[in-house]
């Protein structure tokens, strides 16, 4: 489907009072706009087709491509130049910047603040309460948590802050709440445990912080 200046396959699914941007794709059995918990059960308890209930929908910014598979569920936000891969699911109370990658299969709990000019690779897992400042970088397959106690123990989830630039590698894995600071790199496999002050480097498990070379000490380039 074609409409106001970007393409909707016809068989993806808009919920909500969605927004779309100019230039903007969307993929098949894409999903834009899905009701967040509470709104799906008041859906169902009042016997409803999610068509016809009024809630808030997502806003996808312009010139920007949501691959098949995609869902992402209501109140997320996302700016200009927004790319998934595939099978991508991001849910409510996601604000995402400009010029921000999201690969294949990463799955977004909500509550999760983006900033500008990220790339977030594939299988990557980010729960809820998490901060991406912006130029970082997520290799595939690592874990953010933000649960210190699993269903032991009552703990405000706090998962981790990534400062601008900081860059994160392959199967990395990092612990609920810890910094990793501006320019700081996290090599892969590293489990981090505790804050990485700026531009240092975390390696190993449990991760040791050592002096980042000289030559790594710049922003990524995203």
Not at 50 to 66: A, K, L, M, Q, R
Not at 133 to 139: L, M, S
Not at 204 to 213: E, Y
């Amino acid at each position: 489907m074609n409409s106001s200046g970007f393409k909707i396959h016809n068989s993806s699914k808009i919920y909500g009072s969605s927004t779309i941007g100019e230039g903007t794709i969307i993929l098949e059995n894409a999903i834009l706009g899905y009701p967040e918990h509470k709104i799906l059960m008041d859906i169902l308890k009042k016997g409803l087709e999610i068509e016809d209930y009024d809630f808030p929908g997502c806003t996808i910014g312009p010139d920007s491509i949501v691959r098949a598979g995609s869902t992402i569920f209501s109140r997320v936000k996302t700016g200009k130049n927004f790319k998934t891969g595939h099978n991508v699911m991001i849910r409510e109370n996601t604000e995402i910047g400009n010029n921000v990658l999201i690969g294949t299969n990463v799955i977004i709990d909500g509550n999760v603040r983006i900033g500008d000019n990220v790339s977030i690779q594939g299988n990557v897992y980010i729960p809820t309460n998490v901060i991406i400042e912006d130029n970082v970088f997520i290799g595939p397959c690592a874990v953010l948590a933000n649960d210190k106690y699993p269903i032991r123990k009552e703990y405000p989830l706090k998962g981790p802050v990534l400062r601008k630039g900081a860059s994160i590698g392959a199967n990395a894995t990092l612990l609920p709440g810890v910094e990793i600071g501006e320019g700081a790199m996290v090599a892969g496999g590293a489990l981090v445990t505790k804050d990485i002050p700026s531009w240092k480097l975390a390696v190993g498990v449990p991760a040791k912080i050592l002096d980042l070379p000289g030559d790594l000490k710049e922003l990524n380039r995203i």
